[in-house]
Nanobody, 123 residues
């Protein structure tokens, strides 16, 4: 059983910062790409940032220069440092990871989601 547990959300004023964390636990063989998504009320879930196992990163245009994704492979944890937050960043933030688990003599890679953490930015 694999779990992703997020933390670090909260209420912050515009211009402020927050750091989200997402820790994976369970019978993990390996973790490939990890990412952060967000969903605002009435909107579809969108990709915010992703990072590969080798450390390559990509960002949504709306957060470039303000958000930084990183990971600690030893801790199976991905982070999202969010600076200069804006009211339009308000959303539930979810982490997603491609995780391989041992299956007999091989491994099976599946996508797992965290439960989400609320980020609210006041103007």
């Amino acid at each position: 059983q694999v779990q992703l547990v997020e933390s670090g959300g909260g209420l912050v004023q515009a211009g402020g910062s927050l750091r989200l964390s997402c820790a994976a636990s369970g019978s993990i063989f390996s973790i490939n790409t990890m990412g952060w998504y967000r969903q605002a009320p009435g909107k579809e879930r969108e990709l915010v940032a992703r990072i590969t196992s080798g450390g390559s990163t990509s960002y949504a245009d709306s957060v470039k220069g303000r958000f930084t994704i990183s990971r600690d492979n030893a801790k199976n944890t991905v982070y999202l440092q969010m600076n200069n937050l804006k009211p339009e960043d308000t959303a539930v933030y979810y982490c997603k990871a491609a995780i391989a688990t041992a299956q007999g003599r091989g491994a099976l890679t599946q996508y797992y989601w965290g439960q989400g953490t609320q980020v609210t930015v006041s103007s």
